[in-house]
């Protein structure tokens, strides 16, 4: 058999399955080979519901299992940046879900550490390696739009259950973490580059966390870009990227899953029309581009230097909403 990733998986979180062990079992290339969660009867029960051979005991022992090439963290958003740095240090490749790290300081402790090594380190911005993101950036670099004017984008879901850890402040939660984490990234994929906050606000579920952000942000070649996130908010569901020139629009709805469903459409020079693209997961592709880095040496898109880029406009949405940075825990 061809060299293969073997993967460990810290933790038994419920995005896993959709974004690692799916995907997998369609890559010939990739083996879920362990998982540790802080409860080991937990880790036991999702190892043999998804067919994993190995339960390890702690994180620790997982990072340091010799059987395992890449390190899988979906953890609390306050917990990546320490167990990407621990599994950087043990000599392993690393998918890390998003937010990166809790914010932009340590970001750029652990870009440090991911440049000295020769280790691949991805942040899960899935959306990034599907084919309908790649069209979008060809649409917006061709010049049918015009020049840029402004780019929207909305990512707003219903998260009404409020002991959630994304609602937890020692866990580095808050709405701008989860859903303005892609948002920030959308902006910045479509808008060419990172922009500056002009202003922000939020909508509180405590003193600390936010519920909702909205947030207005100045490209460097003058277009704007406009920013809506909750996990509890009037908008229930909202999904969108809209970009704006002067000759024309695109619209995108539902860009993070595009594979469940999606509506791609462009308007320009009078005419509108539609495009459509492959029902394959984002996730398939993100595991394509992964193992093509580790096995092949190929770039990815989603790198620790473009981590500390979405992690300083996060930081700054934060600080012009009056509210704190939030800390790694």
Known sequence: MAKRVKFGVLGAAQITPMALINPAKDNDEVLVAAVAARDVSRAEAFAAKHGIAQVHESYEALIADPNVDAVYVPLPNG????????????????????????????????????TASDQVVMEAFHYRYHPFALRAEEIIASGELGTLQRIDVAFCFPLPRFSD?????????????????YAVHMLRTFGGSTPEVVWAQAKLRDGQVDRAMKAELRFPDGHIGRLRCSMWSTDLL???????????????????????????????????????????????????????AVLRGEPVKTTPEDAVENMTVIDSIYRAAGLPVREPS
Not at 95 to 108: D, G, V, Y
Not at 239 to 265: A, K, M, Q, Y
């Open 79 to 114: 917990l990546h940046g320490s167990w990407t740095r621990a599994a950087l240090e043990a000599g392993k490749h690393v998918l890390c879900e998003k937010p990166f790290t809790a914010n932009a300081a340590e970001a750029r402790e652990v870009m440090r550490l991911a």
């Open 165 to 181: 850890i994304r609602y937890n402040y020692a866990l580095a939660g808050g709405a701008m973490m989860d859903a303005g984490s």
């Open 238 to 292: 909202r999904i969108t990227v809209r970009v704006i020139g002067d000759l024309g629009e695109l619209r995108v709805l539902n860009p993070v899953l595009p594979h469940i469903f999606h509506r791609f459409s462009v308007r320009s020079g009078g005419a509108s029309r539609v495009e459509r693209f492959p029902r394959r997961a984002t996730y398939a592709y993100q595991l394509d581009a992964f193992v093509a």
